[in-house]
């Protein structure tokens, strides 16, 4: 009987005096051992993804240091120096406010592996609202998507 088309690809790979003495248990073996780095891997995203309190921290971290660089420090530049320092310090201020309308305004979908999370930020019809998407998987979060 002739070896199937796998252990035919074996072949190429072994050294020419291995040839004929074990390709099927080597390749087993290589098998085997893809599949402990996968099972691995997947309990390592399971046991590092991170949870909606860890987003919602990084979400008002982000958030405050977009305020205080972009809106305090680019809007206000031209003005004086007191107004960009209360600029940040209304920021830190209203602190505990953002990290509310954060909390209230995300939803999470859990993956096991990997979570999604949507936070839609609306604080008054005369302003903007803004739709952050972000990924988070082994402890780190990804903002893929920002609109307007």
Same mark, same amino acid.
């Given at each position: 009987?002739?070896?199937?088309?796998?252990?035919?690809?074996?072949?190429?790979?072994?050294?020419?005096?291995?040839?004929?003495?074990?390709?099927?248990?080597?390749?087993? +073996?290589?098998?085997?051992?893809?599949?402990?780095?996968?099972?691995?891997?997947?309990?390592?995203?399971?046991?590092?993804?991170?949870?909606?309190?860890?987003?919602?921290?990084?979400?008002?971290?982000?958030?405050?240091?977009?305020?205080?660089?972009?809106?305090? +420090?680019? +809007?206000?530049?031209?003005?004086?120096?007191?107004?960009?320092?209360?600029?940040?310090?209304?920021?830190?201020?209203? !602190?505990?406010?953002?990290?509310?309308?954060?909390?209230?305004?995300?939803?999470? !979908?859990? %993956?096991? %592996?990997?979570?999604?999370?949507?936070?839609?930020?609306?604080?008054?019809?005369?302003?903007?609202?803004? !739709? %952050?998407?972000?990924?988070?998987?082994?402890?780190?979060?990804?903002?893929?998507?920002?609109?307007?």
């Amino acid at each position: 009987m002739k070896p199937g088309f796998s252990a035919r690809i074996a072949y190429l790979f072994l050294p020419i005096d291995k040839v004929g003495k074990h390709p099927m248990k080597l390749l087993n +073996t290589i098998k085997s051992a893809a599949i402990a780095v996968m099972v691995g891997l997947g309990i390592a995203m399971a046991i590092t993804n991170p949870s909606q309190s860890d987003y919602e921290e990084y979400a008002i971290a982000q958030l405050t240091a977009y305020l205080k660089d972009n809106t305090c +420090t680019q +809007t206000l530049k031209d003005e004086d120096s007191l107004l960009q320092h209360s600029c940040t310090l209304l920021v830190d201020v209203g !602190r505990p406010q953002l990290e509310k309308l954060i909390a209230d305004h995300t939803k999470e !979908r859990n %993956f096991i %592996f990997f979570s999604i999370y949507r936070t839609e930020l609306s604080i008054s019809p005369l302003l903007p609202a803004y !739709r %952050f998407e972000t990924v988070a998987a082994l402890q780190k979060f990804y903002t893929y998507q920002t609109s307007k």
